[in-house]
C-alpha cells in the first residue's frame, strides 16, 4: 500500500481546503459565479492532459487526446438522449469505450518507433471529427444538442448526487463533481507511477531495448498505458459534453490535442501534477493576453519557447527538485 510523507498529506489536506471551500467562498464573495464554469474547464483539461502526460511517462508523443475526447462526448451524449441513460452510467461507458478504441488503433501503431507514433496521434483528432460528420447517429454537422443536465444519482435509496435541473446554480454542481473527478485521476495517475508498472514505464523511458532484454513486455505496457490515457480523455470529453448540453464535430479540434501536449511540457514532464499546473497556468495566460489584440499568438508563442528553453522541466521545476525519477 503506497504510504504519504507528512508534507503530502498536508498538500492533500490544502488542495481540498482550498478547492472546496476557500474558492467558493470567494467566488460567492464576488458574485462572479461563472468563474464556476471557468474553473471546471480548467479541471477537465488538466484530466485530459493528465492521460498525455502518461503516454509522455512511456517515451512517447500523444498528439491525439482530443480525439477521445471528442469520441467520449459523443458517446455519452448518445447514450444519454437516445439510449435515454443515467449520466452517470454513461460517464464511465464512455471512458472504456475511449479506451477500447485507444487498444485497437494502439495495436497495430505501438510497434512502430515513438516518431511513426506521434505523427498517426497527430491526425486522429480530424479523422475522429471527419467520422461524427458522416454518422447518421452522431446527426453529421448538426451535431447533438439538448443534452438534459445530469440527474440524480441514488444507492439503496440514499441520494449521493442530487438532480442538477433542480439545483439554483448548475455550474457550482459541476465544479465540485469536476474537482473530485480530477482528484481521482490525479490520485489514480500517483498511484500508478509509484507502482511496479511505474518502474516497468520509467524503464522503457530510459531504454526499451534493454527493458525488453529483461523481460518486459514493452507492447503490452504501450497498449495499457495508451488506454488508460484515453480513458481520462473520454471522461473529460463526456463531462464537457454534459456541461455545454451538446457536441459537434468541432467541439475538439486538432489545436486542443497540441494544447494538452502543451500543458503537460510547461507544467512539467517530470511530476505527476505538472499537467494540473500547467493548463492552469496556459488557460489564464492566453485570457491575459487577450488584450494584446493581434500580437497575442506572437506574445504567447514566444514565452512558450522561452520557457521551454531555460525551464526544460516545466514550472514545478523552479520549487520541487526532481528525486530519482519518481514522478513525485
Known sequence: MLKLTSLQWIGLAA????????????????????????????????IASAGVWLTFYIGRINIGQ??????????????VTKAGMSFWLSLPIAGLFAAFVAVLIGLPILRLRGVYFAMITLVLTQVFTLTALALPITN?????????????????????????????????????TTAVLMFLTYAALYRIVNSRLGHLCRSMQQNEELASSIGVNISYIRILIFAISSFFGGIG?????????SV????????DSVNFMLNC?????????????????????????????????LVY??????LMLFLPNGLLSLRLPKKGGSGK
Open 66 to 79: 482530443g480525439a477521445f475526447a471528442l469520441l467520449g462526448a459523443y458517446v455519452s451524449a448518445i447514450l
Open 140 to 176: 453529421g454537422a448538426k451535431g447533438i444538442t439538448s443534452i438534459p443536465l445530469p440527474g440524480e444519482l441514488s444507492i439503496l435509496g440514499i441520494t449521493l448526487i442530487p438532480d442538477f435541473s433542480t439545483l439554483e446554480n448548475p455550474r457550482q454542481a459541476f465544479y465540485f
Open 237 to 245: 470529453g463526456a463531462m464537457f459534453g454534459s456541461i455545454a448540453q
Open 15 to 46: 488542495f481540498f481546503l482550498g478547492v472546496f471551500v476557500i474558492v467558493p467562498m470567494i467566488i460567492a464573495a464576488s458574485g462572479r459565479t461563472d468563474l464556476f464554469f471557468t474553473l471546471t474547464s480548467v479541471g477537465l483539461l488538466a
Open 265 to 297: 511540457f510547461l507544467g512539467g514532464l517530470g511530476y505527476v501534477f505538472g499537467p494540473m499546473l500547467g493548463t492552469l497556468v496556459l488557460y489564464f495566460g492566453w485570457d491575459l493576453l487577450f488584450e494584446l489584440g493581434k500580437y497575442q499568438m
Open 301 to 306: 508563442s514566444s514565452l512558450l519557447i522561452i
Open 248 to 255: 459537434y464535430p468541432s467541439s475538439f479540434q486538432v489545436a
